[in-house]
């Protein structure tokens, strides 16, 4: 099968304080970028436990983004931060068992950087295309 | 020094000497109540039990090797909603101990009013092999000192306990010593803390000397360098079984979903899990959906998700008591991936679980500067 046919599913956890508005802004802005995301709003990094990146993944996700604000800008104080241990965590774990842990993604993109997200999506859209697809999907017994 | 003393054995009865101990405790009203375990069944398990009467304390023996349940959640249990308002001794094993501590950080328990008193371990057995043990012998725990004694090692001990390389207690009033101790002469008893010492004058011991712990020290680095080892072996083994989704997917094959292991896990802090909640319930047709998308899906189903979430939840405070394992009812190896998985994550964070409560929880703090590198590459 050609390659191009291979189209990455990513599925975005995004902070409704600014990854998420990022989306919005490079949305109204009219900017180009891979339609392979599929947001969803959560109200902070912080908030997202580990179990939902897991879930995607194990759903078949291809790659999960997880997007917060910038370091000291969390509207919840501290949320980003609680984030990115979390998401370390996460990580090892799944280094551990011989997962692939470069298919999670942690990025910070603020409000304003509407293009910040759309090429955080063409760069993991790219990289996606390049690994194939998460091997996950071809187990059912997981 | 004051702080070591010696309780006498008498004739090699070491149960006796100590049962002398636990009774004191009450009569002199050191503590209003013990938690303590005991025998049950014509010896064929020994559980943990809540004396408040010296005269009711009737068989205790903290050292038999069997641990049913990690006493941690007793004590979680019974200090979760209030502190004690009356002084208890609760007599723990290290792993116990150390699984507290980490409750107690996790908000699940309070030492308000508790005497921590922490005997060495030698390991224990699974409870039924324990209970074969005291159907061929009247005193499995006797024997086993012994056996302990005489250097013999014995396979048949808990994997969980053979590559514990905490046998002596940490955040302790008092520890009882086994370890390096000849326990038919003497047993070592320590104040670590003003609780412990205040409780060590009010019992007429004999002192120790520094000889004794000299020797103690060294019998324990032994001991943790040997199990120690051990526990490399274990895991680099765990580690060849389970690396990558085709080897993990066969090992959880024989899970029944039956959540035994979240079940007896001191550390599953959660009051409710959210696999038991009503994220979980969901309508035939997103199950066909599901099916439909993949050809087959397990049912029941999210069985790696389950195990994957918990290592993320409480893998970090994992002691590795083992409980996990022994309520697996089809032997998946869980406490040595908890541990394996556990141990690479403590690194990352350099915590260890139960060393300190002043240490806070990795996942409930963080730097400023630091994990750069898990957001840009």
Redesign the interface.
């Known amino acids: 099968m050609p390659e191009e046919e291979f189209e990455p599913i990513i599925v975005g956890l995004l902070c409704h304080w600014c990854t998420y508005t990022a989306a919005d802004l490079a949305g109204t802005t009219r900017m180009q970028y891979p339609p392979n995301i599929r947001p969803i709003r959560t109200m902070c990094s912080g908030s997202v436990d580990p179990v939902y990146v897991l879930r995607a993944l194990l759903s078949g996700a291809d790659g999960v983004l997880v997007g917060g604000c910038h370091p000291g800008d969390c509207h919840y104080v501290s949320g980003n931060f609680k984030a990115r241990r979390r998401m370390t965590a996460l990580k090892s774990i799944l280094n551990t068992l011989g997962l692939e842990d470069d298919r999670v993604w942690l990025r910070w993109i603020s409000a304003a950087e509407g293009k910040k997200f759309a090429d955080t999506v063409t760069e993991f859209t790219q990289k996606l295309k390049k690994q194939g697809p998460n091997p996950i999907k071809k187990y059912w017994s997981i | 020094m004051g702080k070591i003393a010696i309780l006498e054995v008498r004739e090699g009865k070491v149960l006796d000497a100590l049962s002398r101990f636990w009774h004191e405790l009450l009569e002199k009203g050191l503590v209003d109540a013990l938690l303590i375990p005991q025998e049950l069944g014509e010896g064929k398990n020994v559980v943990q039990t809540l004396v408040s009467h010296p005269q009711s304390l009737e068989r205790p023996d903290p050292l038999a090797p069997v641990l049913p349940v990690n006493s941690a959640r007793i004590v979680s249990q019974m200090t979760k909603v209030a502190p004690s308002p009356r002084k208890i001794g609760v007599v723990l094993r290290p792993c116990e101990l150390r699984a507290l501590v980490e409750l107690v950080k996790l908000k699940q328990a309070s030492l308000e009013n508790l005497v921590l008193i922490g005997i060495d371990c030698f390991g224990t057995y699974s409870v039924s092999d324990y209970g074969k043990l005291a159907q061929e012998s009247s005193s499995p725990t006797q024997d086993f000192l012994k056996a302990v004694k005489a250097g013999k090692q014995d396979p048949s001990l808990r994997e969980a306990c053979q590559i514990c390389e905490y046998p002596t207690p940490m955040n302790a009033d008092l520890v009882i010593g086994l370890i390096g101790v000849d326990v038919e002469k003497g047993i070592l008893v320590e104040a670590r803390t003003p609780e412990g010492e205040k409780i060590l004058e009010a019992l007429d011991l004999k002192p120790s000397d520094e000889k004794e712990m000299a020797r103690r020290e060294e019998a324990i680095s032994k001991l943790v360098a040997q199990r120690t080892k051990k526990r490399d072996e274990v895991l680099e083994r765990t580690?060849s079984e389970?690396?990558?989704?085709e080897?993990?997917?066969t090992l959880f094959?024989p899970c029944i979903n039956c959540r035994n292991c979240k079940t007896v896990c001191p550390l599953c802090y959660c009051k409710e899990c959210?696999f038991d909640s009503p994220t979980f319930e969901v309508e035939a047709e997103k199950y066909l959906g599901?099916a439909e998308?993949?050809?087959?899906?397990?049912m029941p189903t999210?069985?790696?998700?389950f195990h994957?979430?918990r290592?993320?939840?409480m893998?970090?405070c994992c002691v590795g008591c083992g409980m996990c394992q022994e309520a697996c009812p089809n032997d998946i190896p869980v406490a040595n991936i908890f541990r394996?998985?556990g141990l690479?994550?403590q690194g990352?964070?350099d915590y260890v679980p139960g060393r300190s409560l002043e240490e806070e929880l990795?996942?409930?703090?963080?730097?400023?500067e630091?994990?750069q590198e898990?957001?840009?590459r």
């Open positions: 580690q389970i690396y990558g989704l080897k993990l997917l094959a959210f599901w998308k993949r050809g087959t899906i397990r999210d069985t790696l998700l994957l979430t290592m993320n939840h893998a970090l394996l998985v690479k994550l990352t964070f990795p996942l409930a703090t963080f730097k400023e630091e994990l898990v957001v840009e």
